[in-house]
């Protein structure tokens, strides 16, 4: 049975990979990006900021009326805004919060009365080892990615009696534009994953594909690492 399937920062990159995971199982995916594209294949696509509180909510009760009731929802736009924390300016804090934690958590009270009222369905969002590891220069996104374990817990005790699931799944280091641009530091941080290599969004949308299964009924409030050992014993 076809799933009304929400998934923000769908544009590229991992998001992308998700949206055309879940396409090609045969569901109605909705795609959320700032830009508004998305991969062929989705129901429909919207031009949305995440941290924008009201548009989130617009946008998503829109889109239950046009597909139904939200069966999955992935929370994975994000954005980097590195530095050291001694010259981090406030701009820089609070953009990577505002769109990686509060995108989030708009994402999820938006789906979730749908959710409820179903008596089902996943709320996934894309976390990341970086927290776990502690990288230099990444404290405003290392902060946004932990609060999302904390949110995922506290939102699946609260909807989990209703058949709702709410998990995190943590990419280490991936291939995408973001990972692309770093060079030589990439390099080294390649030479810390156990596997040999980085991973691919695929493998990601994967990982999100499993938690939003009948297979992974019984799983709610946990992180899953998708990084080739990088992060042994999250």
């Given at each position: 049975?076809?799933?009304?399937?929400?998934?923000?920062g769908a544009s590229r990159g991992i998001g992308a990979a998700v949206?055309?995971?879940?396409?090609?199982?045969?569901?109605?995916?909705?795609?959320?990006?700032?830009?508004?594209?998305?991969?062929?294949?989705?129901?429909?696509?919207?031009?949305?900021?995440?941290?924008?509180?009201?548009?989130?909510?617009?946008?998503?009760?829109?889109?239950?009326?046009?597909?139904?009731?939200?069966?999955?929802?992935?929370?994975?736009?994000?954005?980097?805004?590195?530095?050291?924390?001694?010259?981090?300016?406030?701009?820089?804090?609070?953009?990577?919060?505002?769109?990686?934690?509060?995108?989030?958590?708009?994402?999820?009270?938006?789906?979730?009365?749908?959710?409820?009222?179903?008596?089902?369905?996943?709320?996934?969002?894309?976390?990341?080892?970086?927290?776990?590891?502690?990288?230099?220069?990444?404290?405003?996104?290392?902060?946004?990615?932990?609060?999302?374990?904390?949110?995922?817990?506290?939102?699946?005790?609260?909807?989990?009696?209703?058949?709702?699931?709410?998990?995190?799944?943590?990419?280490?280091?991936?291939?995408?534009?973001?990972?692309?641009?770093?060079?030589?530091?990439?390099?080294?941080?390649?030479?810390?994953?156990?596997?040999?290599?980085?991973?691919?969004?695929?493998e990601i949308a994967d990982a999100v594909g499993f938690l939003a299964?009948?297979?992974?009924?019984?799983?709610?409030?946990?992180?899953?690492?998708?990084?080739?050992?990088?992060?042994?014993?999250?």
């Amino acid at each position: 049975m076809s799933r009304h399937v929400i998934i923000t920062g769908a544009s590229r990159g991992i998001g992308a990979a998700v949206a055309q995971h879940f396409i090609e199982l045969g569901d109605s995916v909705v795609a959320f990006s700032r830009s508004g594209d998305a991969p062929e294949g989705c129901v429909a696509t919207y031009a949305v900021d995440v941290s924008d509180s009201a548009a989130v909510t617009d946008t998503t009760k829109n889109a239950i009326e046009r597909f139904g009731p939200v069966g999955v929802a992935v929370a994975n736009a994000g954005v980097t805004r590195d530095g050291l924390a001694l010259r981090m300016g406030d701009e820089q804090w609070r953009e990577v919060l505002a769109t990686n934690l509060d995108g989030a958590f708009y994402t999820a009270r938006a789906v979730l009365a749908s959710m409820v009222r179903a008596r089902g369905g996943s709320i996934i969002f894309m976390g990341s080892v970086s927290p776990f590891l502690g990288v230099p220069g990444q404290a405003n996104y290392a902060a946004a990615k932990a609060g999302l374990v904390g949110l995922a817990r506290s939102l699946a005790k609260e909807v989990a009696s209703r058949g709702v699931t709410v998990n995190v799944v943590a990419p280490g280091f991936i291939d995408t534009d973001m990972t692309q641009a770093l060079g030589e530091s990439g390099e080294q941080m390649t030479s810390l994953i156990p596997m040999g290599r980085v991973g691919t969004p695929t493998e990601i949308a994967d990982a999100v594909g499993f938690l939003a299964s009948n297979h992974a009924r019984y799983i709610t409030g946990t992180v899953l690492a998708v990084d080739g050992g990088l992060a042994m014993g999250l």
